[in-house]
């Protein structure tokens, strides 16, 4: 938005403000949507002696002998990971959903794959059935899939371009105090016991409902009525709550400009997104990027923290506490190294808390670099036609690489030890190398000035008028 200097030269652009519609959005949305991805990370990390116990009695009840260790270890690992697993499948709806509903619509749809599961969960121990919470992770992991993505995507279309990297962090922010929630809740004397943790499971369905009854108040993105459904009309009286004043001429010809390209180009699958040479090095930096992300091991801390722990040595009673701690603290720093052999632990006494301060700092690197950028850059790389199938690949990439980090990190941690990071720390360093090099700063840019510092490292030639943009194979 731009207004005349008082002289009558340049106009002098108005930078964007948090007005309360704004505000209010960008909290129901990542509280509604966000927090419960952060919650169901880290819910079954403290009642987990409590919930193997569930399962082996279950078991026993069934065929009078109660689970080997070793199919024990297996199946929790799958009640864990198949979280991320719905994760993936989510990931692979992003496109299709928000394209046919809309971004706002794709989240109010996508509360349904937390209530239900929510129920499933709460039962699961009357119904003396511990398939029922593994399929339930599933679902649950499908919302999250969603609103991992979807959150981003929205808030990124809402923001004006000086907001857009402060909002996007918001999501994040909510996830790690989801993560926090949940820890806090598993302490023994509140919920983490042999008697709360069906209902702990369940909760997970409270923030859903309050999305559900108050996000229909706010507005749809204002970059998909105009671009993708062409109610110009609709999108202005958005950007005008949005934004707090009533000229919005400006953003809406930035769009118009995009929207006209659009229709050159057509709506991109993620097939032909693929095949897209002016969009190679985007595409490539976010699967980098989002494998980065996962592959650094931090879930398996969020997953496995009681087991960490212990195996560091921490009294088993100071385990939850320090959990929380974990939790409490997770900002930013580097990267720790924790492959310190075990009978050190075992023999120096204060070795414990060194390990727990490298956890800790591990944790806090992670938030504020790795952990929120990928879904800030992957909006601001693709424009609108893109995006979709943008958001779809990389949200794969994500669950998939936390699939695999939740799935084979116990038998990792039986295997090696604390060996297990030294893995993680090689993969944090390759991608710290890889964007040093290649991601460029996209701060306060519009879409179409980050669309055209890309166009140089894909060797095509990008030229930007008033009536449409043009790329050419340079």
């Given at each position: 938005m731009a207004k005349e200097n008082e002289d009558g030269g340049k106009p002098v652009e108005r930078r964007g403000r948090l007005t309360v519609v704004l505000a209010l959005a960008t909290l129901i949305s990542a509280f509604g949507s966000s927090?419960?991805?952060?919650?169901?990370?880290?819910?079954?990390?403290?009642?987990?002696?409590?919930?193997?116990?569930?399962?082996?009695?279950?078991?026993?009840?069934?065929?009078?002998?109660?689970?080997?260790?070793?199919?024990?270890?297996?199946?929790?690992?799958?009640?864990?990971s198949m979280y991320p697993l719905g994760g993936f499948f989510g990931s692979l709806m992003?496109?299709?959903?928000?394209?046919?509903?809309?971004?706002?619509?794709?989240?109010?749809?996508?509360?349904?794959?937390?209530?239900?599961?929510?129920?499933?969960?709460?039962?699961?121990?009357?119904?003396?059935?511990y398939e029922i919470i593994i399929v339930a992770r599933v679902i649950v992991g499908i919302c999250a899939g969603l609103s991992s993505n979807v959150v981003p995507m929205y808030l990124g279309e809402l923001s004006p371009k000086n907001l857009r990297g402060a909002l996007g962090v918001v999501p994040q922010l909510f996830i790690t105090v989801g993560i926090l929630s949940a820890q806090?809740?598993?302490?023994?004397?509140?919920?983490?016991?042999?008697?709360?943790?069906?209902?702990?499971?369940?909760?997970t369905g409270i923030p859903a409902v309050i999305e559900l009854v108050l996000l229909p108040f706010f507005p749809e993105s204002p970059r998909y009525m105009l671009i993708q459904k062409g109610d110009e009309k609709t999108a202005k009286k958005a950007l005008q709550r949005l934004r707090g004043w009533e000229n919005v001429e400006e953003e809406l010809e930035e769009m118009r400009l995009e929207e006209q390209s659009e229709r050159a180009e057509g709506r991109l699958s993620v097939l032909s997104l693929l095949s897209q040479r002016s969009l190679r090095w985007q595409l490539v930096s976010i699967i980098i990027m989002n494998?980065?992300?996962?592959?650094?091991?931090?879930?398996?801390?969020?997953?496995?923290a009681d087991s960490i722990y212990a195996t560091a040595g921490v009294k088993e009673n100071d385990i939850q506490y320090v959990t929380v701690g974990t939790g409490a603290v997770n900002v930013f720093m580097t990267i720790a190294a924790v492959g310190i052999p075990k009978f050190v632990f075992t023999s120096v006494t204060w070795m414990p808390y060194i390990s727990i301060a490298c956890v800790i700092i591990y944790v806090i690197g992670h938030a504020i670099g790795p952990s929120p950028i990928p879904y800030v850059v992957t909006t601001e790389m693709f424009r609108q036609s893109a995006r979709p199938a943008a958001f779809m690949v990389a949200g794969s990439v994500h669950w998939l690489s936390n699939f695999t980090v939740g799935l084979i990190f116990p038998f990792l941690e039986t295997g090696l030890g604390p060996y297990s990071f030294i893995i993680f720390s090689v993969i944090c360093l390759v991608t710290l190398v890889y964007i040093w090099l290649v991601v460029p700063e996209t701060k306060s840019k519009t879409f179409l000035e980050i669309c055209q510092m890309f166009a140089k490292r894909n060797k095509v030639e990008l030229k930007l008028d008033h009536q449409l943009i043009v790329i050419a194979v340079a």
């Open positions: 927090f419960q991805y952060g919650y169901n990370v880290a819910v079954v990390n403290s009642p987990s002696v409590f919930m193997k116990q569930f399962y082996n009695t279950t078991y026993m009840g069934r065929y009078g002998r109660p689970m080997e260790d070793s199919f024990l270890t297996l199946l929790w690992s799958f009640s864990v992003v496109a299709p959903l928000v394209n046919k509903l809309g971004r706002k619509g794709t989240l109010l749809f996508n509360n349904i794959f937390s209530i239900v599961p929510a129920v499933m969960m709460g039962v699961s121990e009357i119904a003396k059935s806090v809740l598993g302490i023994r004397n509140i919920l983490g016991n042999s008697t709360g943790w069906p209902l702990m499971l369940g909760l494998m980065g992300q996962q592959l650094s091991g931090v879930n398996a801390i969020y997953y496995y």
